[in-house]
């Protein structure tokens, strides 16, 4: 268990509103990441971090941001939500450098209605 | 088209039967990790493998690196319900920065 824990677990929002997710870690790992899971698609990467305000996008960030003022803390924000955006997002940490092993959250299901 | 492909995209055995599930991609990865999701659950790391030609074994689970280090396979001899779930591969794409790519996945039904 890496200590990780994902709120909300699941969440039903309306078109066009903003939507945050958080992450929570208690092991004060480096490496954090956010991605989004979709059938066919596996998992893409939205956006990662790599230390305290020090964030960089992944491959599907649009209409994605991210803040880490914290170590522990790792939040995900859907500027206007669209119904695109409808899919299951997890959190994960690396233990060491970027792309090494990497363990998750449970997962936030999110609906955009 | 994916960075990593995976096949097949599902599979549906008998319990006591072998499968063979691969990962596949046309760029050198330094290392693999294979995944395991289940219902409702994020994936939970199985193995990683990093030499070229690498094999390691898992309880009934044998994991293979290619030699050229572009593919891999994941085996499971005498399958059992348990094994049930998503398969998922996934390696730093030095291309971008180490990022952690992920394949399609292949999910795995095991009947009794």
């Known amino acids: 268990d890496a200590g990780i824990t994902q709120s909300p677990r699941h969440k039903v929002t309306e078109t066009g509103t903003p939507v945050t997710l958080r992450c929570h870690q208690t092991?004060?790992?480096?490496?954090m990441y956010w991605y989004r899971q979709d059938p066919g698609h596996g998992l893409r990467l939205i956006h990662y971090?790599?230390?305290?305000?020090?964030?960089d996008k992944g491959e599907v960030s649009d209409g994605y941001s991210v803040s880490r003022s914290k170590t522990e803390d790792f939040l995900l924000t859907l500027e206007s939500a669209t119904s695109s955006q409808t899919s299951v997002y997890f959190c994960?940490?690396?233990?060491?450098?970027?792309?090494?092993?990497?363990?998750f959250g449970q997962g936030t299901r999110l609906t955009v209605v | 088209t994916q960075l990593l492909e995976q096949s097949p995209q599902f599979l549906s055995i008998q319990e006591g039967e072998n499968l063979t599930v691969y990962c596949n991609s046309s760029?050198?990865?330094?290392?693999l990790q294979w995944y395991r999701q289940e219902p409702g659950e994020g994936p939970v790391l199985l193995v990683t493998?990093?030499?070229?030609?690498e094999v390691k074994k898992l309880k009934r689970l044998t994991f293979q690196f290619g030699d050229a280090r572009k593919d891999s396979s994941l085996h499971i001899t005498a399958a059992q319900p348990g094994d049930t779930g998503l398969y998922l591969c996934?390696?730093?794409?030095?291309?971008?920065?180490?990022?952690?790519?992920f394949g399609g996945g292949t999910r795995v039904l095991v009947k009794p």
């Open positions: 994960a940490i690396s233990v060491d450098a970027a792309g090494t092993e990497a363990f």
């Open positions: 092991e004060n790992h480096r490496y």
């Open positions: 971090s790599y230390g305290v305000k020090d964030t």
């Open positions: 760029s050198v990865f330094s290392s």
């Open positions: 493998v990093v030499t070229g030609g």
């Open positions: 996934a390696g730093p794409f030095k291309a971008a920065g180490n990022k952690l790519t």
